[in-house]
């Protein structure tokens, strides 16, 4: 029997100056992954902040990286199914520090705004999941599932070894549903679900040819030039129309569905937004005049891209200096769709630049993620779209899949479980910037749209998941 | 009569001593054209330094530079020739700083070594120039030709208002000789004399895309790459088989001819010092396995190049950031051979990234230098390789033309007139380069030389020069 609606919310108004007094002391620890910095007592605090919600918390050594926080709890119930909580626990660099308006580790609370690296991404929602559990906890007498709850410390660094700690930890981790790291509002107060993340293959390319720089009277003739052989290089992976040339590359990119077209028909326009922002003129955008409309929306986020990141190479001071590089490096990202796969995109690209005459090409694969997909007609997604429309007042958004690249794959691909994503920002949120903040009211609504999901998720998930059981004895 | 070559080197090695003094005072003012440091002091010493030598010498205001000194001195004898020296005062920074062994702004002796920025480019030459003239006209009781200096204070960025100098400036620069402001002997000991420098045309290309820099899992589908444009602009240039891709680039490219063919052939082997210097595999220079030998030589020096000096765009830090750069740019320099042009070059540029479909990227054009050729059969090379070779005791080698590029062509070509170089310098003296310096012996066997083929300049040139005096009335 779910809890009432009033319970649940009197807890969580409750529980609300407690939570802020956690994130702070969350926040407080600067747990910067890209400098290796206060992971493990990061760590420890989560699993703390776990413990004191009823859950078992243990910190799980990673080999290579910081550990994974996992913690659990059993409901006395028969026959509940077990939803996983993905989180982390690290936050990207706090620079530059000279925007800040206040310390980025010290929690500040101004104009109903809570401010602070972390505070939104992901420490807040940590905080915020943890709330909710306590309130569908505290207004059943038990929770209603089993809880897992897994928060790992390299998020913002591409979760280079979360893959291997899935795959060998793979029954530990089996659960019926997943709900995701993030989530929130958009631009006009919808809440925001999104069903997939495209993937990401991101290398640097380098290359050396001589053994330093020479004048380039005396070399230009006969020293070959590492930026020239860069630029060869890299005109064989895109033409100017954007068109990946490695052999196959869209062979296993699914196309959009007509229920994916629907689905971002109904979004809200972002178009006139993203071209004021960049200051792009009519018919400027990738694919040009007919990128617009649906169209504009199809290409944002079913495209493969090939992205330069960055390009070094020689002079880059004011005025001429006649050299001839030695040496030129570059950082590329390809994002991907389901089903295309990075490990596939590494292959490719050093059997295409051998093929091309470019062995000379160094690649460093710097890391990779698989696209990720979830159903948007998938009871979990529906359930969480009918208990936001009842907080936020506005009927919730399904996004398809979104832009940018995460971990997701190996919850809903590997685990093949249904996940969602609840949460407590909204557009203005800064992550990853000076400033990072959330405000008060959307935690507050984000903590209770997701209590309102725990506390009737069995509507929508059956357990136990024989698949997932079938796959626990691989 | 040409004076004794007792007598000429009597009056170099009395004059020694004060030479030396001579150029440590102009070594004292660092006149870094690339700051527009200390110029006009440093002109002001050159002009009172050609004065205490008997040369009229005045400060020649150039609009947007540095001034040029201009000296002048007229033989009472009859039906001379006229000499013009081509010089420059200004000196290439020092840095960087911690590499040199003494100050660079002191002149410093060690084991026979005279160390300090500018002791050889181009100070230690304008010294040498004007001990040989006072050691020819104290021989001969006068100068026997009329003598003209010219000393700019830009060559080292470029020279970029010296060609409009010389243009307004015809008559009063016109002479039947011209005596370069370089020159010495090579790694066997033999004078070299140059007969040509190749030209230059120097590009900076930009492209600005879009407001600024993006994510690229949001704009990768839709916003145009700076990177990307630049990359495909580039490779619209130049082929990986070193083809230059402008239309009619090669039209006017001259080919080396037998005879160059001929004194490339003669000059000391270069190939194995270049390949272990810069550590390059058999058949790795550009060109491939026939590059080697002859072809070599031909192609260092005889070939139109394309060079990227530089590129920079986006991230350029440790790691994967997931960036959308908004702007690239790049430095290009193209070399020329005779008869190409480096203006049409620049319109050449141009209408080819019009026509190729890249006119958002912006081309600033940062100098350009005609290639210059003077006959290496000309009586006055003759002369200074017979001169040179009493001096120095072996064959003077000459060089067609040499692979780097400077404002020669204003000589030899605006004003017609033949050029040698003899000089003061060793393959070690690092001009450019921290612990720049002569060897005294061979300041004063190049002085010795120039003294000895200025004595004897009336056999080599006839004046006046009936075109030049036609020229000079245009």
Chains 1, 2 share one sequence.
Not at 433 to 458: C, K, Q
Request: include cysteine.
């Amino acid at each position: 029997m779910p809890a009432s609606l009033e319970a649940l919310d009197a807890n969580i108004h409750a529980g609300r100056e407690s939570a802020m007094a956690d994130l702070a002391r969350l926040c407080a620890v600067p747990s910067v992954s890209a400098k290796g910095q206060a992971l493990v007592p990061c760590a420890e605090l989560v699993a703390d902040l776990m413990r004191a919600c009823g859950i078992e918390a243990q910190i799980m050594p990673v080999p290579g990286g910081p550990p994974v926080v996992f913690g659990e709890a059993r409901s006395r119930r028969e026959n509940v199914p077990t939803v996983l909580f993905y989180n982390h626990y690290d936050v990207q660099p706090p620079e530059p520090l000279d925007l800040w308006h206040s310390d980025p580790f010290t929690l500040t609370i101004r104009d109903e705004r809570a401010y602070a690296r972390g505070a939104a991404d992901d420490k807040g929602h940590i905080i915020s999941r943890l709330l909710a559990l306590d309130a569908v906890r505290k207004a059943e007498g038990d929770f209603p599932f089993h809880v897992k709850f897994l928060a790992e410390g390299e998020e913002e660094v591409g979760s280079p070894h979360l893959g291997v700690f899935v795959e060998r930890n793979r029954a530990l981790l089996q659960a019926d549903a997943c709900i995701w790291e993030e989530g929130g509002e958009n631009e006009q107060g919808n809440p925001s679900l999104y069903c997939g993340m495209r993937g990401i293959a991101y290398f640097e390319l380098s290359v050396k040819t001589i053994a330093y720089d020479a004048h380039s009277g005396v070399g230009g003739s006969l020293l070959p030039n590492a930026a020239w052989r860069l630029v060869w290089a890299l005109a064989s992976l895109k033409d100017p129309n954007e068109r990946i040339l490695l052999p196959g590359h869209y062979d296993y990119a699914q196309p959009a569905s007509l229920r994916d077209l629907e689905l971002l028909s109904a979004l809200p326009e972002n178009e006139p937004f993203i071209r004021d922002q960049f200051e792009i003129p009519q018919g400027g955008f990738l694919g040009g005049k007919q990128t617009t409309g649906l169209e504009w929306r199809r290409r944002a986020v079913f495209e493969p891209t090939l992205t330069i990141c960055g390009f070094e190479s020689g002079w880059q001071g004011p005025g001429a200096k006649t050299v001839l590089p030695s040496e030129a490096k570059c950082k590329i990202d390809f994002r991907l769709v389901p089903d295309q796969d990075p490990d596939d995109v590494h292959r490719s690209l050093r059997a295409h630049l051998d093929a091309q005459g470019f062995s000379d090409v160094h690649i460093n694969y710097l890391g990779g993620q698989k696209p990720a997909r979830v159903s948007p007609d998938h009871p979990l997604v529906k359930l969480a779209a009918e208990t936001g429309a009842e907080v936020y007042g506005k009927p919730a958004v399904i996004v398809p899949i979104v832009g940018g690249s995460g971990p997701m794959w190996w919850f809903s691909g590997f685990l093949g479980m249904p996940i969602t994503s609840p949460g407590i920002e909204y557009p203005g949120v800064r992550v990853h910037a000076p400033d990072e903040h959330i405000r008060l009211d959307d935690f507050m609504r984000g903590t209770r749209h997701l209590a309102r999901l725990l506390s009737r998720i069995e509507e929508a998930i059956s357990p136990p998941n024989p698949t997932l059981a079938a796959g626990a004895k691989l």
